[in-house]
Structures are given as C-alpha cells and as structure tokens.
C-alpha cells in the first residue's frame, strides 16, 4: 500500500506543476544511471511516469550496498545519498513492465529532491494536509497500540518489530503505517478523484492500459466494473485496497500474515474476492 500514496504524492506534486510525470529521470537524480546490457546508460528515456507504472526495465531488488555511502537503512537521507551516484544494471529496456520495488525507491528520492526534505517529512506534511495524520512513515510516531507483524515459523507465531521495511530507504514501497481506517479513507480520496477531473489526483485514476499497472495503481475488473487496486505486503503483513468507483464501493483489507510467503498472498486474494461477491450490487 505504501507505493500507492508515494504515487499519489508524485501525482499531486505533477498537479501543482513542480514537476512532470514525462521528466526524464536524468532531470531529477543526475547521479543515477541506468545501464542496458551494451553498458548504455538510458536513464535520459525513462520518464517518471514509466517508474510509476513499473516500465523502466528495473531489477526486482538491485543491489542495495549502503556501506558504499557511509549509510545505514535508517539515515533519513539514505534515499538522497543513494541516488548521489549509483549505476543499476536495468533486467529489460525502458518500457518493459518490470516490478521492481526500486522504482519507487528511486521516486521516493525524486520527493526528497522536490520537497527539500527527508521522504518521511515530506510525506508527513502532505498526509497531515489530506486529514490522514494518523498515517505515518516513521515508526518512531506509532503509539504502543500499533499492530506488530506476525508471521508462523516453526507452528510458533511470532511477533516481528520493525526492520528493513520500517526502514527510511524502504520508505517509500513498504513504509507506511496506517489502520484498515486509515487505508479505507485514502481509497474514499481515490474514488472521489476518479468522479472529479479537477481533483491532483485524478490522472492516477485515469488509467492508460486496459489491465495491469496504472500511475500507481493496478488497473482490474471487479463486480463487471474498472477497477483501482493494490495488494501486497512485508514480514508480518498483509493488505489490500480496492476501489470501484462506478459502483461507489472502496474495500481496505489489512492483516498478519507473512507478505513474503506466496500460500500467505493466495489466502488474502481469496478472501478480498469472497468479500467482494457478498457486496450488494451498486450502480
């Protein structure tokens, strides 16, 4: 979930004209090249928008070496240290769908530089805006009711702290701390969005494939209608968020269970859509 409001904040960022989703890359973070497999580097074709929508040919992961920087996970300027100077290897060309958790590091970075300031901060002052405060990418904000994550090891459940997810370089794909609540209020801003084309985030509602990835979110058919959706989850957790704005109908899903695990991601699938088919037919 957290990659949807790190869209949503580029997409309002876009609205307000301090960017372009069609910037190049190269524009933003100079000091990042994407190398092809002819040692090319094609950073320079690579719009925002492509990161947005998983197309710029990224690995999965890549490789994350903070020692390089002097860095830790938790340096609230990682992102910015990182994205200095870093060459990544790219697993396809620009405009292969590639779902890689660093296109969004890298757009997390692109806030930092637009903002001038941290990506928690930055995200802070924006959700703060939006009425949804109560969200949060730092944990050192969580109060003592805040969920742990859990996960089966062994026939033993076990409660995890905030690790690498929780983390200021993993802000931006899978940072974000937030309630059921929470996420269903964003989605209500999403689909509120989708019926008002002068609201910032209308053009991430307004998908331009038939199926699969959006400006964020993942474009789907759900009750015989367009779909807004994303699912996924770390160590300990699970979630889901759909939006149908047709049908005016928003479901927000959040749960243990391990993201990691594919039997675990079945299960939350599963249930979303029995959850679903129980909803009475809206028009």
């Keep these: 979930m957290s990659k949807l409001f790190t869209a949503a904040r580029v997409v309002s960022l876009a609205a307000a004209g301090r960017l372009s989703l069609d910037d190049p890359l190269a524009g933003h973070l100079p000091g990042v090249r994407l190398v092809d497999g002819a040692g090319v580097d094609r950073s320079g074709e690579v719009r925002l928008r492509c990161l947005l929508e998983h197309r710029a040919g990224l690995p999965r992961q890549g490789d994350v070496d903070l020692t390089r920087v002097g860095s830790a996970w938790d340096d609230p300027r990682v992102l910015t240290r990182m994205t200095d100077a870093w060459?990544?290897?790219?697993?396809?060309?620009?405009?292969?769908?590639?779902?890689?958790?660093?296109?969004?590091?890298?757009?997390?970075?692109?806030?930092?530089?637009?903002?001038?300031?941290?990506?928690?901060?930055?995200?802070?002052?924006?959700?703060?805006?939006?009425?949804?405060?109560?969200?949060?990418?730092?944990?050192?904000?969580?109060?003592?009711?805040?969920?742990?994550?859990?996960?089966?090891?062994?026939?033993?459940?076990?409660?995890?702290?905030?690790?690498?997810?929780?983390?200021?370089?993993?802000?931006?794909?899978?940072?974000?701390?937030?309630?059921?609540?929470?996420?269903?209020?964003?989605?209500?801003?999403?689909?509120?969005?989708?019926?008002?084309?002068?609201?910032?985030?209308?053009?991430?509602?307004?998908?331009?494939?038939?199926?699969?990835?959006?400006?964020?979110?993942?474009?789907?058919?759900?009750?015989?209608?367009?779909?807004?959706?994303?699912?996924?989850?770390?160590?300990?957790?699970?979630?889901?968020?759909?939006?149908?704005?047709?049908?005016?109908?928003?479901?927000?899903?959040?749960?243990n269970g391990d993201g990691e695990v594919r039997a675990n991601a079945l299960v939350l699938q599963r249930v979303v859509a029995e959850l679903l088919a129980e909803t009475p037919e809206r028009r």
């Design 87 to 255: 060459t990544i290897p790219l697993d396809g060309a620009p405009g292969d769908h590639r779902y890689s958790n660093l296109n969004y590091a890298l757009l997390g970075a692109v806030v930092e530089r637009v903002e001038g300031a941290p990506f928690r901060e930055a995200m802070q002052a924006w959700l703060d805006g939006l009425g949804l405060g109560a969200v949060t990418f730092d944990p050192a904000r969580l109060g003592p009711d805040a969920a742990s994550g859990q996960v089966e090891r062994d026939g033993r459940v076990e409660a995890l702290p905030p690790a690498w997810y929780g983390s200021a370089w993993a802000a931006p794909y899978s940072g974000a701390w937030a309630s059921a609540r929470d996420l269903a209020r964003f989605g209500e801003l999403l689909l509120r969005a989708a019926l008002d084309p002068a609201d910032p985030l209308h053009p991430m509602t307004q998908l331009e494939v038939e199926r699969g990835h959006g400006l964020g979110p993942v474009v789907g058919t759900r009750l015989g209608a367009r779909s807004l959706e994303h699912d996924g989850g770390s160590p300990g957790f699970l979630a889901c968020l759909v939006v149908v704005p047709d049908r005016r109908l928003v479901l927000a899903l959040a749960c």
